[in-house]
Structures are given as C-alpha cells and as structure tokens.
C-alpha cells in the first residue's frame, strides 16, 4: 500500500514544522521545559536501549549524568578549559568507569543486576556529596560559562532548544542505525535467543559491556549539556531520584522502541509541571497516573501508538477486502 | 575502655537497626516466595502500619498493643488491596517483571505523597514497648523496645519457617509461584494464594512498621528508605529464602554501625553498597549459598 | 490531624479574600482597581526544603496584606507572585524565568535553597534585578552579584554565634560535632575556620546524610569523645533524638535552621537542653520585634520564628526599595535603592555591606528549649 510511506512523511514534515514554530509562540518556560525533555531524553535513550536491546534494568545512569556535569564544571570553572574538552573529558571518564564496573557487573541477571546498579546510584551520589573538592559538594559550582558557538551564544531557552533537538536527532539516528546494522542484530539475538547467539559466536558479555559504555557516554553528554544551560550544579540533581526518572522515561516510552524516549521524557517533564496547578495534591496525582499509565500501556506509549497503527492498518485492510466479497455477491454469486 | 565500649554500642545500634531491615527483607521474600514479584512498595507497608497505629493510640486512645496489631492488619489490607486492584489488572494485561517493579514503584510515591499530603512532613514519634527505658549493658544502652523487636523478628521468621513447610496453606502459596498451571490442576485456587501472599506481605511489613516507628519515627518518606535496605537484606539472604533475609538483614546493619565507628561515618553509604555488589557477585545464592534456597 | 499549616493558609486566604471583598467597596475602590505592582517569588514549598519555605511564605503574605491594607506602595497594590522550585535548583531556574521574563516582575524574593539561589541569581544578575535571598552569602562566585541581598547570615557568622556562646557562656573546650551533608556540612566548614581562635577543640566530628532515619551510631561515637558539649546541625529531628537516646547527657547547641516547632514535636520528650543561636523568640520578643509577632499570631493563631520573620521582612524591604525608586523605576533603580541599611523583625541589616547582608553578631539572640519550650537567654555576643 503506497498509503504508509506517504503518512509517514506527511506527519513527518508536520511534526518538524510544529517543532520549529513552538518556539516562537510558546511561552519562554515551556520552551524551557522542552529543553529539560530533550536533555533527558538523551539520558534516556541510554537506559532504553540497554533495556530494550540487553534486557537490563539500569538504575545508574543519573551517575554518569553526574560525571559529565561535573568534569564539564570543574574543566570549565576551575581549569579554564574550553568547554568542548571538558566534556569529551566527562564523556571519558563516564566509559572508563562503565567499563571497569560493567565486567564483573554484567555477570549479574534480573533484579540482581538492577539492585547492583541502584548500588552504584546510592554510592554515586554519596560520592558527589563527599568529594566536594571536586563538586562543591551541597554547595555545589556555579559560573558555569554558557555554550557558544563562534560568538552564537545559548543564552536563552530557544537559542538551546534549536540547538538540542537536533542533536537529539542525530543520536536517535545513530541508534537506528545501530539497530539495523550487524551488532543490532546480534544483539536481538542476545535477547530474544540467547543460546542460539552463543552458538553463533556472538560475544554476548562483550556485547552487553559495550552497550553498557555506549549508555553511560550518552548520560554524560546529557550532564554536561545540562550543566551548561543552568550554569549551576549541585548534588539535588544528581542522585537516586534521577536514577529512578531515566528509568521511568525508558519504560513509559517502550523500551522495544527507540522513538519512544521522547515521549517518556515529555511524560516525566511536562506532566508535574502541568499538575503543579492543583497544588499540593501534585505529587499524589502524578504518582496514580504513573500506575495507570505503567498497567495499562505495558508497552509504553509508543507501543501503545504502534499498536494503534498498526490496528488502523489492519483495519483499514479488512475494509476493503469486505467490500470486495460484498462485491461479488452483489453479481449474483452464490458462496 | 572507651573503644570497646564504642563497638559494644555499635553492634546493639547495628543489631537493632539489622532486624528491621530483616523484617523488610523478610516481606520482600515472602511476596517474591509466592508471586516471583520484587515488591518495590513494601516499605510502605509500613508507613501504613506506623500510621495507623499512631491514630489508634492518639486519636481514639487504643491501648499501645492492640494499636500495633491494628497497624499490622492495616498492613495486611493494604497488600491485599495491592494484589488485587493493581497486580491482577497488571497481569492481566500482560505485564513483564518491568511492569510489575514500576507499579509498585508508582504505588509507593503514591502512599508517600498521600501521606506527604494529609499528614504533612512532620517526624511523628510513637512510644515503644517498655516506654524509653533501655538497658544497660557495660556502659552501651539498647533500648527495652529494640530488644523486644529482635525476639519478635526471631519468632515470626520461625513462625513463617513452619508455616511454609508445614502447613497445607504454606506448601500451596509456594506452589502457586513456582508452577502456577501445575498448582491450579491440583486444585489450588491461584489467584486466591497470590492474595494470600500480598496479605501476609503486608502484615510481615505492617509489623515492620510498628516495631521500627517508636525507634525513628514515623515520617512519609520512611517507607523509600526501608524498602531499599530491604532489598539489601533479601538479596544477601539469597531472594527465596525469608531466613536468608533476616541474617542478611543483620550483616547489612552490623557492616553499616561497625563501618561508621571504624572507617567513618560519611562513607557509611559507599561500604555498605560496595560489600552488597560484592557479595552479590560471588555469592549469586545469597549468603547462605545453594542449601539456603532449599531452606526455610 | 490533618496538616495544620494546609487548614491555616486556608483560614488565611478567607481572610484575605474577605479583606479584598471589602477593600473593593466604597471609596477605596480606586486603590483595588490599580495596577498591581508585581514582585516574583520562588521558595521551596515541598521537598527537603519545605521546612524553610512554608514559614517563610506565611511571612511574605502577611508582609503583603499588611502593605496593602495601608494603602500599598504609591497608591498602587503589592502583589507578590509566588512559585515552588519543590526543592529542586532545575526547577527554580524554570519558575524564576517565567517570573522575570514572562510576568515581568520588578524584583525578586527567594529563594529558600542555596543550590537554587545559585541557579536563579545568574539571571537575576543578567537582568539588573533586585533579588533578596532566605539564604546566607554561601558560593564565592555570589560575590560577585552586586544586587543579591541576604537576608540570612553567612553560615560562617553562623558558625561563630555558636562558638561564641560555647566558650563565653558555657566555657566549653572539647565540643562534639553530629551533623548531615547537607546544611551541616556549610556550617561546619565555618566553625572549622573559627574554632581554634575560641580555643575550642572539636573531639569528634560525625556526619550522616540528609533525611538519615537513624544516626545512633553517630551518635555513640560523639559521646565516646566525651565532649564538654556537643553541636548538632541538621534539618531534621532524628539526631537530636538519637543524641539522647544513646546517653549524651552534655548540653546541645545547634544552629538556627533546626530551630522550627516542627522539629521540636518531632523531638518529643528530648526537646530539652538545646540551646540556638538565632533571631526570633516569639515567647518573649525584643521591641522591635513585637508588633509583627501580634500581627503574625492573630492572623495564623501560632507564633513565628525566623523564617517567617526573615519572609516578612523580605517583602518589606523590596516594598520599601520601590516606594523609594518610585513605582515606575527601572529594576536596576530598585536594586540601587535597597543598598541600605534596614532594621527588620528578624534582624538589622545593612545591604550596603561587603557580605550584602549586613547582619552583625549583637543581633543574634540567644534560646534554650526547655522541656519544649523556647525561652530567651540574656547572653548576648558581642
């Protein structure tokens, strides 16, 4: 049917369209907001595709968020370095130590593996308290300097957002392309039949390390990029709850699709927000629609919407074939 | 002998702190035990529990014991009314053990923003057993009450080791997890052992809940900070193993108070979380290892 | 049962309505009708720091009513904006945008956090605004914000009103230290600087996290120092319960921003033998104090202590900054015209001062909790 690629690019170009204008008749805190969910569904897309293509649950990635925030603000603050290479240098350090720990880690399986990284969420963020050399501690560093880019300051919340979002497409890019290259296969293969993947000599502890390192970078970038639009970080960001949030974007998106970060990511920014109106009840409602949601779109929404998808193709298939039978009869036919 | 003083007073601290975290322990294993579901919510068990009793003593001047079983049945309902408006629908859509972690994780903020929003933020203190008396024991005090919790965490671990192996009803909500078809053709009623399950969940942390509330006060985000070193304890105990929890449960109290006298009180976090990683790593079944899974 | 402060910003808001309802007939009709003067807000209503920010927004609306009952600022009426950061320095950046770009304010209050205030005063600065902050001088960069003002003291003038009554009062020379990473951990870093020029020794110093529900452990290891008293610096309760708990008979100093009712109910039957250094004893106020204590008690029927007086005078001092500039003034004029100095009902202060807040020792008083009760002491620093 020449239909669904023609939808597809229909909505495609809509959506663009909507995203580009936003800014321009949004107010300048929802344009904020919108920042804030791009900058976690960075972070997101980590945790996602390490649940979604390795099953593994990871509670951690606020510690790498953190790392990259810090090496960003202590390079930039404290060593005057440019802030390109304050961030490589978080995004470094954040894989050596995915690295180091994801071997004996990954042995680990099922709850296990995630109490063993909400462990390292717990000592993360102690760490960050303790070690106030380097963080500031509950103080925290500010005078983080601004991104620019040859004079084009990111000074304001629509000056960022058009530089984010993009770059949050390049990455969902990169990972569909990892998807449907050779390693995203053999990593479906880990997952749905992992004993045929041995056979096939695919590395599946390598593999799943990889992965592992590959998420904790995109947490990093994520850290620093934020570190640089609020210009001041302290340890409230930084820990357990954070953790908990990444998680909660992967999941409520479906973690079977990469696409569904985003909607996550809105879920988790955007809703409180909208909430706060009825006062103090905020929290209690956001916690009850987040049971709701999670019972009753197990897939997340994005599985949701593709199951919604595809029921409408589906339907819209069984439609025409209906009138076709109908067709017949009406010639007299007999069946 | 200050030191040795010291350390006396830091194992009482660390034995009295061990058992509540076992208690904890103890319900996760319970509810893992009959549903193979990591119940993220069972510090909120109790919160309820704490709660409850707080309101029976304060409000309708309920004598202190029989305010403690109320908050214990209390928990017990609100497990009950888990299992059933919120696991049963979530299974019956086709939940994976995800799924199930992130409900009971919503259902927790959920009691801790309800009671953040009635109750408000206040630390509300509850008497103990034996009123704030505490024994002295050369120079290092425990409290009458901490004592009356450790022997009763003994005997409901004992209690729950006979129930589970020797009572029909024991045998049957363990059945229900480990083979569900199987146990339905021998004509046990699934969903009726899996509420059973959540219900004794719920009453393990209810009792939890009241026996902890006169030592740290009841407060709405008591029941985040219980059921993570809850987790801690089950694991170490090895997860089927509800005696594994409450020994694990005491080594995870006795590393922290000994890691704050000896190293420092500031990476009291760090040690503890680093001795369960590593203890998970080499011993996959738990401290007990392999013989503790068949266990009690 | 139910959550006394809810039922009384309810009790307060009828009453405020009631008050505008009747503002709104006869001849004064005009002012109600006049463009508003907006000032924004942000504190943290929930999180952590809620303890800090609800007092200090009963402070700010009875600033703020009781403005406007007397004619507001140039004939026009006050109204101050308040958001809730819930704690978080993301969130307080958010709210603080909003506020100063999309409401427009003139100036700013809040807020309550000193991770937050970080996050807002770089805006703040950027756009030449006034902004009175609940919390003390704290990072080094917030120097260099020529138009935050602080209405709290410096955790280092903190630190040394507690070694001042420590060595001067209770001539104490081995002292104990309990405290959390969080607001613990800013105060210690000044009585480290400080304590050697008192001649005090700090025989232990114990920390826990923030929200810890036992620190027992702690707590037995500062009792094994045998100090001559000990300092316990948290925002919670548990500390000080479990100091007692584990048989520190010493007497207790803590700091200012543990001296809340809330903590003492939380304490219970250990709320005894602590003494504070800090500002406000609504059982027995100094005189300048009084009248907004009996406008405070009658309006919410319980008695303020430093965080409402520190929002009360917060607002009057940004009310007082327009009335000075005029209505119509620019922000940086507003700002320029609060480089004063101001006697408040928490404190005096003198915003033309290096720290930017002004506040010097004799303005401390000093309180004991006896048995649950807050009584006055006479000594004074100097």
């Known amino acids: 049917m020449a239909v669904k690629p023609l939808l597809i690019g229909f909505s495609a170009i809509t959506a663009v369209v909507v995203w580009a204008v936003i800014p321009l008749i949004a107010s300048r805190s929802s344009v904020d907001l919108l920042v804030f969910t791009a900058l976690y569904s960075i972070a997101g897309i980590g945790v996602s595709f390490l649940l979604g293509q390795c099953g593994i649950v990871s509670l951690a990635q606020s510690v790498f968020y953190g790392i990259g925030a810090y090496a960003t603000a202590y390079g930039c603050v404290h060593l005057g370095w440019p802030a390109p290479i304050s961030m490589a240098l978080g995004m470094l350090i954040s894989a050596i130590i995915a690295w180091t720990i994801a071997w004996p880690i990954l042995r680990l399986s099922g709850f296990f593996l995630a109490l063993a990284t909400l462990a390292l969420a717990i000592i993360g963020q102690t760490l960050f308290v303790e070690w106030d050399w380097i963080t500031g501690g509950t103080l925290g560093t500010g005078g983080i300097p601004k991104l620019d880019f040859f004079g084009w300051v990111l000074s304001t919340p629509q000056r960022f957002y058009y530089v984010i979002w993009p770059v949050l497409g390049v990455i969902l890019w990169m990972h569909y392309s990892l998807l449907n290259s050779r390693h995203g296969f053999a990593m479906r293969a880990m997952r749905d039949a992992p004993d045929a993947a041995l056979t096939l000599g695919i590395p599946v502890h390598a593999l799943k390390v990889r992965v592992f390192v590959l998420s904790a970078v995109l947490g990093a970038f994520a850290g620093s990029l934020f570190a640089h639009y609020v210009t001041f970080v302290s340890v409230d960001s930084f820990g357990v709850s954070r953790g908990i949030n990444f998680l909660l974007i992967a999941v409520l998106g479906g973690a079977q699709t990469i696409i569904g970060t985003v909607f996550g990511a809105l879920f988790v920014t955007l809703l409180p927000n909208a909430l706060s109106k009825f006062g103090d009840i905020h929290a209690l409602l956001f916690a009850l629609l987040l049971v709701a949601t999670v019972i009753y779109l197990p897939l997340g929404f994005a599985g949701a919407l593709k199951q919604l998808l595809l029921k409408a193709i589906k339907s819209g298939n069984a439609s025409d074939s209906g009138q076709r039978v109908e067709h017949k009869s009406k010639s007299g036919n007999t069946l | 002998m200050a030191s040795g003083t010291l350390l006396l007073q830091s194992v009482l601290t660390g034995l009295t702190n061990g058992f509540v975290y076992a208690l904890i322990g103890l319900g996760i294993s319970v509810v893992f035990r009959g549903t193979k579901i990591i119940n993220a919510m069972q510090g909120e068990f109790a919160l309820v529990a704490g709660l409850v009793a707080y309101l029976a003593l304060r409000t309708f001047e309920v004598p202190l014991v029989l305010s403690f079983l109320l908050g214990i049945v209390a928990g017990g309902l609100v497990g009950w009314f888990m299992e059933a408006f919120f696991i049963s629908p979530a299974r019956l859509r086709g939940a994976t053990d995800d799924t199930f972690l992130l409900v009971t994780l919503g259902v927790a903020f959920a009691i801790s923003a309800a009671v953040l929003y009635f109750f408000g933020r206040d630390n509300i203190p509850m008497p103990g057993l034996g009123g704030n008396g505490s024994l002295d024991i050369f120079d290092a005090a425990i409290r009458i009450h901490s004592v009356w919790l450790i022997v009763i965490s003994i005997s409901v671990v004992t209690l729950l080791m006979l129930f589970y192996h020797r009572t029909h009803l024991g045998l049957s909500m363990m059945a229900v997890s480990i083979d569900a078809d199987g146990a339905s053709m021998t004509g046990i009623s699934v969903p009726r052992m899996r509420l059973l399950t959540f219900l004794l969940g719920g009453a393990v942390g209810g009792l939890a809940g009241v026996l902890v509330a006169p030592l740290i006060t009841v407060h709405y985000e008591m029941g985040l900070l219980l059921t993570l070193k809850g987790f801690a304890a089950a694991i170490l105990g090895g997860l089927l193993n509800p005696s594994g929890a409450v020994i694990g449960g005491v080594v995870l109290g006795l590393i922290e108070s000994i890691a704050v006298v000896t190293i420092s009180s500031g990476y009291k976090d760090v040690i503890s979380m680093t001795t369960l990683i590593i203890i998970m790593i080499l011993m996959p079944n738990g401290i007990l290892g392999r013989g503790g899974r068949r266990g009690g | ?382």
């Open chain 3, 1 to 382: 049962m139910l959550n006394d402060e809810f039922k009384g910003s309810a009790t307060r808001r009828a009453t405020l309505k009631t008050i505008a309802a009747v503002a709104s007939m006869g001849p004064v009709s005009l002012f109600a009708q006049q463009e508003p003067i907006k000032i924004g807000s942000v504190l943290s209503l929930t999180g952590p720091g809620a303890g800090l920010g609800q007092p200090e927004r009963s402070g700010i609306l009875l600033a703020e009513k009781n403005i406007n009952d007397r004619g507001g600022v140039g004939g026009r009426p006050i109204k101050i904006l308040i958001e809730d950061d819930g704690s978080k320095p993301d969130l307080a950046k958010s709210k603080a945008e909003n506020l100063i770009f999309g409401e427009k304010v003139l100036a700013f209050i809040g807020p309550s956090l000193t991770a937050s205030t970080g996050a807002i005063a770089s805006i703040t600065n950027a756009e030449k605004m006034a902004q009175v902050t609940f919390t003390g001088l704290g990072p080094v960069i917030e120097q260099s914000y020529k138009m935050l003002y602080h209405v709290l003291p410096p955790q280092i003038l903190n630190a040394r009103a507690m070694l001042e009554y420590a060595s001067k009062s209770a001539k104490a020379k081995k002292v104990g230290v309990l405290h959390d990473t969080g607001y613990g951990q800013a105060v210690l870093a000044g009585l480290q600087t400080l304590n050697a020029s008192y001649g005090i020794e700090f025989v232990s110093i114990e920390r826990f996290e923030v929200g810890a529900s036992d620190v027992s452990a702690q707590a037995a290891k500062v009792r094994a120092s045998q100090p001559d008293l000990i300092f316990v610096i948290a925002t919670s309760p548990v500390p000080f319960r479990n100091a007692r708990q584990m048989k520190i008979t010493q007497q207790i100093v803590s700091a200012i921003g543990s001296a809340s009712y809330d903590y003492v109910r939380g304490m219970g039957e250990f709320a005894d033998d602590i003494v504070f250094p800090e500002f406000m004893v609504g059982e027995n106020p100094l005189p300048r104090q009084v009248e907004f204590v009996e406008l405070y008690r009658k309006a919410n029927n319980a008695l303020p202590k430093n965080f409402e007086a520190a929002g009360w005078d917060a607002a009057n001092i940004v009310a007082k900054a327009i009335s000075k500039a005029g209505a119509n003034a620019s922000r940086e004029a507003i700002a320029i015209a609060m480089r004063d100095p101001y006697e408040g009902a928490m404190a005096k202060y003198n915003f033309a001062a290096a720290d930017m807040t002004g506040i010097e020792l004799p303005s401390f008083i000093f309180s004991r909790l006896v048995q649950g009760k807050f009584t006055r002491l006479t000594f004074t620093a100097s």
